[in-house]
């Protein structure tokens, strides 16, 4: 499958559980696409919010959780920054109703532009923190 977006090298943050976890989203969102370009709109709808909502909850926890277990100090910001990505991506969720791939496709390239912008600017700052204080 061709890949709508994609995970580039400049978004890793070195903190390899969260890089991974970075990387499924992405492809969970593509896969998202996929399923609306080939008609399946209930299977995409389903997909959706039975598996990505669950898994952006997942993530943004765990990745809270790291922030405080390596004492980083913009842990509370960054926290508040998660909350518009809840609701970003919420709004993601009412393109998939239409069942118009290309309405969803726009929708998903601004929700990643938001994302790749969280996880460029936001993210990468645990990764460089805990790579100072040598716990990576
Ligand atoms: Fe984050
Ligand atoms: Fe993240």
Redesign the pocket.
């Given at each position: 499958m061709k890949e709508l977006i994609q995970l580039t090298e400049d978004l890793l943050t070195g903190v390899e559980e969260m890089d991974k976890d970075h990387a499924e989203l992405v492809s969970m969102l593509n896969h998202t696409y996929q399923l609306l370009y080939e008609g399946k709109k209930q299977e995409a709808e389903e997909f959706f919010q039975k598996k990505i909502l669950w898994y952006v909850d997942y993530h943004?926890t765990r990745?809270e959780k790291f922030m405080e277990s390596i004492g980083y100090p913009e842990r509370e910001r960054?926290r508040k920054?998660?909350e518009n990505?809840r609701r970003v991506i919420t709004d993601l969720a009412k393109h998939i109703e239409t069942g118009n791939p290309n309405a969803f496709k726009e929708a998903l390239a601004l929700a990643w532009g938001w994302l790749a912008g969280?996880?460029g600017k936001?993210?990468k700052r645990y990764g460089e923190y805990a790579r100072e204080k040598g716990l990576i």
């Open positions: 943004l990745e960054h920054a998660h990505f969280h996880i936001v993210d």
